[in-house]
């Protein structure tokens, strides 16, 4: 049992470039999220899902595509990357309950992306 | 206003001694509360949720004030491994909302 895997873990690019962050879950979870931690900034919420084929924009979604094909995969596309996109991103993912409900997520262990 | 503020720290605490610090939310819709720690460079790790009856694991206590909106986090007998950063979370519609965490120094 994998958890939730991400990759690349470090990554370069340069203003401009494209290119799609990895993540998967073996948890077989319903809900799953990007964000991005900038510091003195905290965790970000970026675009979320709670079921393969449904997605939704969080707080910084600006410059990033989302999609859920499968209940496994939440790939993260930069579509032309940015100094400002200099970030620490995380996948998570959390099975489906209640909005109420103490599930808690689980987390990827990050990408480390910088873009110059 | 922040959603969710947290006092950044460092709390520097012997080890073996209590500490304890707070987290304010701003949304009284909020529905499910957690703490999270997260060690540095690393990704964060569910430490307990919070309950409206306050809760308990190990040597650490997690408490819910709805009416003043404030989590709070108490640790006991700190360890020397409990120098890290803990994540204040708020849960509204499975939509997260961090605060900017509070930093743990547990000193020899």
């Known amino acids: 049992n994998a958890g939730v895997t991400q990759t690349p873990k470090f990554q370069v690019l340069k203003t401009g470039q494209s290119m799609t962050l990895q993540c998967a879950q073996d948890m077989n979870h319903e809900y799953m999220s990007w964000y991005r931690q900038d510091p003195g900034m905290g965790l970000r919420l970026i675009h979320y899902s709670v079921g393969a084929g449904i997605t939704d924009q969080g707080e910084v979604p600006n410059g990033y595509n989302v999609s859920r094909s499968t209940t496994e995969d939440f790939p993260l596309r930069l579509l032309s990357a940015a100094p400002s996109q200099t970030s620490v991103y995380f996948c998570?993912?959390?099975?489906?309950?209640?909005?109420?409900?103490?599930?808690?997520?689980?987390f990827g262990s990050g990408t480390r992306l910088t873009v110059v | 206003r922040k959603e969710v503020e947290q006092d950044p720290g460092p709390f520097n605490v012997p080890e073996g001694a209590t500490v304890a610090f707070n987290c304010t939310y701003s949304n009284s819709a909020s529905q499910s509360f957690f703490w999270y720690r997260q060690d540095c460079r690393k990704e964060p790790k569910l430490l307990m949720s919070v309950y409206s009856s306050g809760n308990e694991d190990g040597r650490f206590t997690a408490q819910l004030n709805r009416a003043s909106q404030y989590i709070s986090l108490l640790i006991r007998d700190s360890k020397l491994s409990d120098s890290a950063t803990y994540l204040c979370v708020v849960n509204l519609r499975n939509k997260l909302t961090f605060g900017g965490g509070t930093r743990v120094l547990v000193k020899p």
């Open positions: 998570a993912s959390s099975r489906q309950g209640k909005s109420e409900s103490n599930y808690g997520y689980t």
